[in-house]
């Protein structure tokens, strides 16, 4: 597992933030976006945003995309681009509700590795210095990700690397007692409905996009493939084997 290097962010480039701050920041998030995939414009849509200073870095419950403001202000434009579309991919892409009883440590850092392996294919996006990457997993999807890092590596390395991570734990759910979200937010979503949820918007995503002659087929590789994991789920037979 690789930690992703970038330009080094100055002490310097930290702003103080507030309401405007915040504002502003969201529609320079959406419009820049929509020159990247439109397809990420439009799930955009159905996640709620906010900048929180009790999160220490970025995190998501599901439905929630929450920011430390701290932390995105050091960042530049491009990696505070990258960090939006990795908390928009882990709630759309359920990884939330996808884990069930596997091990919270290992289960973030195998999403991290799914979400940063799309982020990478855009040029136009970075990720901070300390993101997880690891090629070798690329055409795979979370869980296989996961089951061949509880192979290949100890929790306690697998941890190690998480707390090198510069996101770290960001996936929180209900059944988490550690959560630092507020899950009630929610309005109590149960797993299902979450699932729905993200699912009508994936459908309705792609629709829009090729309103706009954005065929889905142009999306990334490594994006459509986990798309069409949650708009026709099925199971290959290394998942069915594990």
């Known amino acids: 597992i690789q930690r992703f290097s970038s330009a080094d962010v100055s002490e310097n480039n930290l702003r103080d933030v507030g309401v405007d701050f915040e504002n502003e920041e969201f529609a320079i998030w959406i419009s820049a976006i929509k020159t990247i995939c439109p397809f990420f414009t439009s799930l955009a849509m159905f996640a709620e945003h906010e900048f929180d200073d009790d999160i220490p870095t970025a995190a998501t419950d599901g439905k929630r995309l929450l920011f430390n403001p701290r932390f995105i202000g050091g960042l530049t434009t491009r990696e505070r681009l990258g960090v939006f579309v990795h908390e928009l991919l882990h709630a759309a892409l359920l ?44 055409d795979l999807s979370v869980e296989e990700v996961y089951e061949l890092l509880i192979d290949q590596y100890t929790e306690s390395e697998v941890k190690e690397q998480l707390n090198l991570s510069v ?6 759910i209900a059944e988490n007692d550690d959560s630092q979200i507020d899950t009630n937010g929610t309005a109590g979503l149960l797993a299902d409905k979450l699932e729905a949820y993200w699912r009508e918007a994936h459908l309705q995503s792609v629709s829009l996009a090729n309103l706009g002659n954005v065929k889905f087929g142009s999306l990334s590789a490594g994006l459509k493939r986990s798309v069409d994991q949650i708009i026709c789920p099925t199971l290959d037979w290394r998942t069915i084997l594990w």
């Open 167 to 172: 996101i770290g734990e960001d996936i929180s």
């Open 95 to 138: 990884h939330t509700i996808r884990k069930k009883d596997k091990s919270p440590i290992v289960w973030n850092v195998a999403a991290d590795i799914v979400v940063n392996n799309i982020i990478l294919e855009y040029s136009e996006l970075d990720l901070p210095e300390g993101a997880l990457v690891d090629s070798r997993f690329i």
